[in-house]
T-cell receptor, first 111, second 113 residues
């Protein structure tokens, strides 16, 4: 398996624009997580899905953030409108139960 | 709710020194415990794990023992190398209708030659 695949690896956008981050989990994993990592706040869990259903979205910072998992092989994290304070590395991870497998991350810069 | 607390960094050591990074947890059930490592520009990767009390996880010279009585999972290595320089995260995973993984804040380790 190729592991968890995230795209794009880098994204630079202007404030106010919509940003969509994509994730392909490892086949057979039934849990999927979105994390945000910054120097100031460390690694934050934004939302996680189990069997494509959102279980806990309490970490989503505000209504500008939304996440979907339309099927077992794809998930998106959308920010609309984006703001400079959203600049961070966003990680997707999947898990069969227990250990989490991380993608390489998307480095988002909002200018 | 469940949480993980680990020692603040950065930790700076000379090559071949002994390493300890402390980690304690709070959980209502019986979680599995993990140490992940993050090298610059990469995602987190699993270093070692333990799934029940008194289990010892080990990998690449690192080890940690699941201590239920002290709710701890301290990471140790007898002789660090420059290549061990990275950020280390302690984490727990528990079944909450899906396995939710909770991470500590991370501890940055610098090893000098």
């Amino acid at each position: 398996d190729a592991g968890v695949i995230q795209s794009p690896r880098h994204e630079v956008t202007e404030m106010g624009q919509e940003v969509t981050l994509r994730c392909k989990p490892i086949s057979g994993h039934n849990s999927l997580f979105w994390y945000r990592q910054t120097m100031m706040r460390g690694l934050e869990l934004l939302i996680y899905f189990n069997n494509n259903v959102p279980i806990d979205d309490s970490g989503m910072p505000e209504d500008r953030f939304s996440a979907k998992m339309p099927n077992a092989s794809f998930s998106t994290l959308k920010i609309q409108p984006s703001e400079p304070r959203d600049s961070a590395v966003y990680f997707c991870a999947s898990s069969p139960g227990g250990e989490a497998f991380f993608g390489q991350g998307t480095r988002l810069t909002v200018v | 709710g469940d949480s993980v607390t680990q020692m603040e960094g950065p930790v700076t050591l000379s090559e071949e020194a002994f390493l300890t990074i402390n980690c304690t947890y709070t959980a209502t059930g019986y979680p599995s415990l993990f140490w992940y490592v993050q090298y610059p520009g990469e995602g987190l990767q699993l270093l070692l794990k333990a799934t029940k009390a008194d289990d010892k996880g080990s990998n690449k010279g690192f080890e940690a023992t699941y201590r239920k009585e002290t709710t701890s999972f301290h990471l140790e290595k007898g002789s660090v190398q420059v290549s061990d320089s990275a950020v280390y995260f302690c984490a727990l995973s528990a079944d909450t209708g899906g396995f939710k993984t909770i991470f500590g804040a991370g501890t940055r380790l610098f090893v000098k030659a």
